[in-house]
Structures are given as C-alpha cells and as structure tokens.
C-alpha cells in the first residue's frame, strides 16, 4: 500500500554518485484523484527544513526513468499511475544529514477540465522524514522486528510493506511474531512459505528470531501440562525453522508481578532441546521488565544452560530493562484492579555491569523503545552506554528494534528509521 | 484490508432471521498484537447509542463458525487471526433503526503473560455506523463511484476493498475512473482484466460508468486535435467494453469559466459514434456546476443528440447542480488567480424544471455530494426534490454516489453509506 501522506515514508535517502553525495531522493503518491500523463505535470517546489527549492529543479523518476521537468512536458509516453510512486530527486551537494528533516512540497499540475484561469492547479503536502546513516561493517547486526508496526499491520501496511520498509531503512534482519504474521497459523499454506521465502530473498533480509506463546493459563479452570507446553513449543520451532529463523522465544504464562515463569517452562524447554538442536534453532527466553538481570527468574534460566551444558537455550534481552525514564505514554491499556501502578511502568535501570556479567549468554537483544526525539535522543533508555558495552564486549548478535509507544498511524516506522539513525551513529562514532 | 479502527466500516448491519430482524452485527479487528486462541476471549462489552450490552451476552463469529462466549473459552481449535475479522452479533429484537448509530466497544482478553493482576485485559474502541435499508425493488437503481474513496483507495483500501465496501452496503453498481483504477493504464495485462470480472461476480456488482478525459492542453505548445481527441475516446470506449462498462464520461477541457467544452468535442464524438453502436456503450458529457441545463453547453450536447440521432451518446447529470448551499470545505486546494471565489463553488440551484425537461436524454447521474450529517441531512443538496423528480418521471437509470467533501481518512465510505440510507429511505417513502 501507498501512505495517505502524499510523501512517502519510504524512499528518503541521499543520493551517491560516483562516490560523492550529490543530493537527496524522496517518494511522492501521485496527489490527484486520477493518474495522468506525464505532459501535464508542471513541476515540484520543495523546501527541506526551510530552504527552497524552485519547482523546475528537481529530477521526476516515473515508471522507471528519470526526467527533467522539460522532459516530462514534451513526453508522449508517460504516465504518473494512482497506484505507483514517483521519485523527486533534489540536486544538493553533500546532501542531507543524518538526523530527522522537515519537507514540505508542492506539486504542480496541469488539469485541462479546469477553467484555464485556475486549470494549474496545486498540491501541498509536508512530513518528516529520517536520514538513516549505513550500518557500520561487522560487529552488531541490525534488525526490526515486525511488533514495531502493531496497529498498521494489515490495516495501513502489509506484510511485504513491512519488510520492504525495513529493507528501506538499510536493517538486514527481520523479526516476526508467530502467531502474528503467518497466515493460517499453525498451519500456513505451502504457498504462503514460498512467498515468505522470496520476501527475505527480495528484501535482502534475514529472517532472526521468531516470536512465540506458551498460554499456560490457556483454559481457565487448568493450567497447561508440560506435556501440552512442550506441544506448543515444538511446534513453533518446527515452523520457525521451515521459516528460515534461527531463534525462538517463547513467552510463557507468569505467577507473579516479577515476571517467575510458570514452573511448566523447565520441562517444556528440557524436552523440546533435542529438536531445537536438530533444526540448530536456539531457544531464547526473554528478560523483559520488570525482571532484571539480578533475579531469580533469569538465575533460572542461566543455571539451566550451565546444568545441561546446551547451546540451544541461551537469553534474550529487552532493553526495557535498561530504561532511566519511566515510560508515561502507554501503547495499550491495562486494567489495574487495585489502582496501584504496574511495576513494569518503573524503569529498573539495570546497570551496564550486570549485562557484561550474562552477555556470553545473551542471543538476542530486542532494542525495545517509545520515543526518539527530533535530535536523535532517545527519552528513555540509554543507548549511549548501551552500544559501547555491547561492542567493548565484542558482542555481535542482532538488535532488533521493537518500537512500543504509541500506536499513532505510521509512528512506529518512522520511530524505528530514528532509533536506527542513533544506533548506528552511535556504533560508527566508535567502530 | 483492514481498517485502523478496531471496528470496521463494513458489516454493520441487522440481523435478519426467519422474516425478522433479531439483532445487528459489526466486524472487530483483532485489537492486540498477536493473534490469540479462542479460550484467550474474554468477552466484549458493547455500548449501542448509549444502551448497555454485557460483556457475556454478544455472540462471536470467528474463522467461519459462531460461539457464545462460554463455548469460546471452552475452545479447543479456534483463533482470532491478526488478519481476520470477527463478527460480533448483539441480539437485539427490531435491530437498529436506518441511520448513524453510536457504538463503544470494550474487548477483553486474557494475556497469561501479563501478571496475574492485571492478565485480564481490556482493548476499548468507539466508532459510528450507519445502518443503510435495502433498495427498493425496480426504479431507480444505486451505484457508487471510485472516485467517492479519493485518497484512500491504495493507501488504506485495495480497489477489491473498494468494491467490497460497496457491495457491504448494498449498492449493486460500481463506477470508476479508467485512468485511476487500472493498473497499467492503458493497456492491463489479461489477468487484470479476468481479476476485474471475478471482482464483479464476487461482490454481485454491475460495472456502470467508466470516467475517461481528453485533456485537450495536453501539451503546453498546442492543442489536441480532432484525429488524438478521437484516439483517446476509442481506446477508452474499447477498454470501458472490455471491462463489462455500459457508458464512457469524457472529460474535455473547457475553455471557459462556465466550462465550455473544447471545440473538438464534436467531431471527437462524431467519429467515434459508430464504434460507441458496435461495442453498445453510450458517451455521456458530464453536465456539471458551474455549467447548468439552461445553458449553451448542455443545450449543444442536446441539439447533437436531435441531429445525429444516435441512441449512443447521452447527458450525465453531475448532482453539484442542483446545490442550494455552497460547498465551503474544498476536497482539494484550487489555486485562484485574482482571489476571486471559483464559480463551480457558487450554488446553481437548477430547478427541478429543468431536469424534466433533459430526463429523456439523461443516462446517468452521478450523486455528486459533500457532507450528509448525523440526521441524514445532506448539508447541500436537495435530495427531497430530486429523488421524487425521478420518480414521477420514471426514470430507471442509475444514480451513483460521488462523495467529494473532505478528505479525511476512511470519511468517504462512511458518507456514502449516510448517502444511501438517505436516497434509499426517500426512494421508498415514496414507493
């Protein structure tokens, strides 16, 4: 699908030639209620970030080739279709910087139905839009995870418009929720895997980890059997696999205000680690607030990895757990029964120190986040110590952006491109 | 797909059984960000125009089989896909009156990874609806046009979702723009046009009007001629044929502010009359504000129609004629010259005279509209004088909604089915 925003949220990017930044690209939705030909588009002003640009500047990219504007008057064969994107690209040496930008645009075009007076007729629209900075080589991994579109999947985006926005953004890895991206879950349909399949292939993107559940209060009158825990697992990692991903983290039911596992997950997991070897999928539960790295539950799960000696269990860290700020803005509602605010709302502020201690254990990290500001701040968790850590260590494992504030239409994937715009500045700063 | 709205615009309707209606139905998307088992529902909470349904008492359709609530928690091999609908039956003996109706929605799930406390959890949503009576039986017949979904349509809705929509609301007849709507204008590969005819079978509509233009300054040197004018009418009039459509509206330039068509509209049509016979499709000029019946344009048209004699060329009445209030809040921004106010804004208020007068030559009217309120009033647009107009006429062709007031997300659909319930109701009260 196209944005509603006449700009779009893909395609902004700099421009290279020949090893020079020599301007700046954007995507237009064509703004009339028809398509048109090319001969009657008369031109696009854009300003960014205040600076004007005269409408006869930029480059028009239409059904695949490039024009100027004198170009797209005299052509015969052209047309700007409703259902296809146009690239303007703005000649600006050195281009733009990374970080976010305003734009505002107006495109030009001539509608002979019109009285001849007013038949120029105008279309303005404005956004912002994030400069994403390539990933540095080697080290981490940079991925997103398809949670961050919660609310604008399947309504203002599909699947393959997700990926293709996280292809956009220059992320390599993708990351699903099983029960929320495979149609006909449990059981989707062979075709469903082929085009699965050549979705990674055209986005050029590895599929990471695989979100799954262990409702262990499924039924309310009994909880489930390891055996039924099992089940469920297994399951999910056979798919996982057919998927092409190499973890699986099962969320399972919690007894307590701290996040303790149901008891079933030992030997839900214990049983299921043959398979996972098998398929060389690693299991991957995940330390989430408001559980720290110091607490029973996640002790739990580093004495088992210990105790059985398996490469195929190991954490997955979300990075709630590092939050300085409390996160005020929810992205859902949950029901308090006593008027006590829920603990996971406190920021546990985990130090720096305690992720070395389990980093050799870590799998996974879930880069989870509510807001980066317009400078690139981040308002709650401190990526700035973060990052260092991770690459002083040597870590080189995937984050995987999970955008979790507000479910405003299109904020997640623009928050992701400025989550991405710190990470990798912050990680180039120190390569 | 699916709308943002956790309720959906389309499948808000009465429930009929054995002769009467028992209660209403809307659709819920899956609120949270996962698709969950059956057992995981907790019920929904439903708020009718302020009345008060408990959250035990709707019953749900999900994947095809409809549960009660005790039934869902007991469910063993049911879910509710992030990418399916689920129908929510509210028994309700009469069902809801024709209109908008208020609904609030409150959906509980069950998350057993959220602490026990708090594990129960709620999702709200709050929409309008407008229950839309059935057509009557013979007489006039009611269409929609693409154009009413502007901006919406490959941003939030896929054309399928377009004709779904208006089949859901009980029109029978589907107008488009030729240039707008089919990919790969002008020439559609064959399996689009197969997908086309499968669309109209699957959703029972008829194909009635196919918009087309001839954009005379389609070149900023010189105009089109006589030969290109024509060109452009034949492609349109054989791909309007192809497509299933029964009439082609060319749009010419004008040259003037009361949109006196360009010189070549005669001959255009004139050579293209013989194919208009051979393929039975009727061209139809557009009569539209700020040109009214009385007046050179139309009466050219007219005096063609007496002279050739031809059964394939006849008036399309656009309804913004007939407007007795001006139509403040533009649909797209017009740039003015002199900042004197476009006369197209200016209320025509065409008699009703004046329409009896042309019905003869009238094939088609596209109920160009803007704003119908809370009450069913349309702001502008004297529907009580039009619709009886008709009727006492006999005129049986089709009127065909064109939605053209603001372009707020998802406010076209929801305005053409306050345009139907309106049109239907006067059409029946009169029988």
Chains 1, 2 share one sequence.
């Not at 986040?369 to 260590?393: C, R, Y």
Request: charged letters at 25%; aromatic letters at 8%; proline letters at 7%.
């Amino acid at each position: 699908m196209l944005d509603h925003n006449v700009i779009q949220g893909r395609g902004f990017r700099n421009v290279v030639q020949d090893g020079r930044v020599t301007g700046f690209q954007f995507v237009l939705r064509q703004p009339n209620y028809r398509g048109t030909a090319g001969s009657l588009l008369d031109g696009v002003g854009v300003v960014v970030d205040g600076e004007r640009i005269p409408d006869h500047v930029p480059l028009w990219t239409v059904q695949g080739r490039t024009y100027t504007l004198d170009e797209l008057r005299a052509s015969t064969d052209v047309r700007w279709q409703l259902d296809e994107p146009a690239v303007i690209t703005v000649p600006k040496p050195g281009g733009l910087a990374t970080g976010v930008h305003r734009l505002e645009v107006v495109v030009y075009l001539r509608r002979p139905y019109f009285p001849p007076a007013v038949s120029r007729t105008t279309f303005t629209a404005a956004a912002t839009g994030v400069i994403v900075p390539p990933a540095p080589e080697g080290g981490l991994k940079f991925g997103v995870s398809t949670y961050s579109y919660t609310g604008d999947i399947y309504t203002l985006m599909t699947l393959e418009d997700v990926l293709a926005d996280v292809a956009d953004l220059g992320a390599t890895g993708i990351e699903i929720l099983g029960e929320g991206n495979i149609p006909g879950y449990p059981a989707p349909d062979a075709a469903w895997v082929d085009t699965w399949h050549g979705l990674l292939d055209r986005y050029g993107l590895t599929a990471t980890n695989y979100g799954s559940w262990i409702d262990t209060t499924m039924w309310r009158d009994r909880d489930l059997t390891v055996d039924e825990g099992a089940a469920q697992l297994q399951l999910d990692l056979r798919l996982a696999a057919q998927l092409g991903f190499t973890s699986v983290r099962p969320k399972f039911g919690v007894t307590s205000w701290e996040l303790d596992p149901h008891p079933i997950w030992e030997g839900v997991v214990e049983r299921s680690l043959d398979l996972a070897a098998d398929l060389d999928v690693v299991i991957c539960p995940e330390i989430h607030a408001p559980t720290p790295i110091k607490h029973r539950a996640t002790q739990g799960y580093v004495d088992f990895i210990e105790r059985t000696g398996t490469k195929h269990f190991k954490l997955l860290i979300d990075t709630g757990i590092f939050n300085t700020e409390p996160v005020l803005e929810l992205s859902e509602e949950i029901e308090v029964e006593d008027g006590e605010i829920p603990m996971h709302l406190r920021p546990l502020a985990v130090p720096m120190a305690d992720l070395v201690e389990v980093l050799p254990h870590v799998h996974f990290i879930q880069a989870k986040f509510a807001e980066v500001d317009d400078d690139l701040n981040d308002l709650h968790v401190p990526w700035g110590q973060i990052i260092p850590t991770l690459q002083e260590a040597g870590w080189s494992g995937w984050l995987s952006s999970e955008y979790e504030g507000r479910r405003d239409p299109y904020r997640g994937r623009d928050q992701v491109r400025r989550q991405h715009a710190l990470l990798r500045s912050l990680a180039t700063s120190r390569g």
